[in-house]
């Protein structure tokens, strides 16, 4: 990847007392990238993600975001970021449109584009008709939205998002994944979450954070299939002995799951699908389906977060 | 950017009804004592024509009433300052300010200066309510003006006090109480040494209201009230700068 690197960050500790809470966390991002940042309760996302916005301060590290240094030039470098914490900063009060309004002075968007970007981002978070409501009185998805609008109202380079979808019903919550990917091809977005379909189906990249470290970063569909073996399961109506489907080139095992239904294992890069597609057709077994292994993310999780606690 | 926070928190102080019922009450008891003090001064104004060098009727009904107007407002703005911060903090607020492009010296200083408008309005209210004796006789309203600063400098320190005490705590409740039992406990520092000139009155904000009170203008007063501000003020953006070290 070529795209320009937006955020880095290097080293961060953060102590609470005499505990490190974080311990050297390293994270770099680039352009039009969704890094998904992965964790139990407790493990540090939360704590990690305040301190690249500057709502905390690294006990030692360093932050840049856009090529501004976060301690040095704080007002520059927090003006490319757009933070979603936890829980919404709202103030429950005021007009939607109002709020949007303040939150895009405070990230100092000249006056002069205020129009455009509160009608952009309100169009963009399905807010058209909002506006002139009290926030108190919208519903909780609402109110997420109104958040992830704060967010991205003055067009930060960086949006962190700190679990987005938490607390929402799934058709919010695929609506609000909808948005985060569609940002995601213009923006830098972090989000934090506990959920790996999340991760599985917004992220292009994914950081596993435990007990304040990272302990494992790779893209999310290498990750899929980290640990578990390629394969498929496929359907066939009058199928052959196993010993013929065990014969094709590239087959590594065949396991009878049913009458008609076989799991069939493979190396990587070996994929025998397509000729037993052609023999199944040739020799009339009546291939009805054929679908990949899925590995589940769940099982990776918890593979790799047993290999660290082991 | 400290105007854009001001505002803000001005237009949230006038959409939440409390405030208006609080100024409501304010007016209204303001009013009461305004009329009383009239009253009594009517009644004792012959006997005050026989005294060679009288007080006149800014010095025995206006200033006295400024001293009243101190009191309310020591009750009062605990109630303003409290949701200043401990509000943002409570509600989980705070992260927006904290992660956005503004110091922790401009959004003390933009919650500050709206205190300071809610306090002139009220100050210019009273002075203007105490003006209208104006209408039936003559004013002296050189010691009016300095009354109504003395008073703008007081109910400035009590809120710088207020707002640093609302840093430090997430529940409003405590802070204005805290913010009342200090200004309680500063003025009681006053009233209970006034015969002496102990240094311990130095302390005490109400104690350089006094001369203002009385119209004269001293600086060394003036330096006290900046001093209280700045310290508060600074007190509170310290706050605001661990908050990101420490919470």
Known sequence: MTAPITLSARHLVRRYGPRNIIQDVSIELRQGEVLGLLGHNGAGKSTTLQMLTGALTPHSGTIEICGFDLNRQPEQAKACVGFLPETPPLYRDMRVDDYLVYAARLHRLPASRLAAALDDCKQRCGLQDCGKKIIATLSKGYQQRVGIAQAIIHRPTVIILDEPTVGLDPAQIR???GLIRELGT??????????????????????????GRLIYGDSSTRMKQFGHQPGFTITLLTPPPLSELAAIAGVASVEAVSENLFRI?????????????????????????????????????????????? | MILTIARKELRSFFAAPSTWLIFGILQFIFAWLFLSRLDA?????????????APGATQSVASPLFGTLVLLLMLMLPLFTMRLLAEERRNQTLPLLLAAPVSSRAIVLGKYLSLLGFILLVVCSGTLMLATIGLGTQLDYGLLACNAIGLLLLAASYAALGL??????????????????????????????????GHLRALSPTAHAQNLN???????????????????????????????LYA
């Open chain 2, 41 to 53: 001064y009517l009644q004792l104004q012959t006997q005050l024509a026989q005294i060679a060098n």
């Open chain 1, 265 to 310: 294992t493979h190396d990587l890069g070996q994929d025998p699908g397509a000729t037993l597609l052609a023999l199944a057709a040739e020799r009339g077994w009546q291939a009805s389906q054929l679908t990949p292994l899925k590995g589940s993310i769940e099982e990776v999780y918890t593979r790799i977060m047993e290999s660290e606690s082991a």
């Open chain 2, 214 to 244: 009385a119209g004269l203008v001293l600086s060394s007063d003036l330096v006290y009230f900046a001093v209280f501000i700045t310290t508060f003020l600074l007190l509170t953006i310290r706050r605001l700068d661990n908050n990101r």
């Open chain 1, 175 to 177: 609506d609000i994944r």
């Open chain 1, 186 to 211: 213009s923006h830098s977005v972090i989000l934090s979450t506990h959920l790996l379909s999340e991760v599985e189906h917004i992220c292009d990249r994914v950081e596993i954070m435990q007990n």
């Open chain 2, 164 to 197: 640093y005490l609302s840093a430090l705590t997430r529940q409003p409740i405590v802070a204005a109480m805290s913010a009342t039992a200090l200004s309680l406990g500063l003025w009681l520092v006053d009233i209970g040494n006034a015969d002496s000139t």
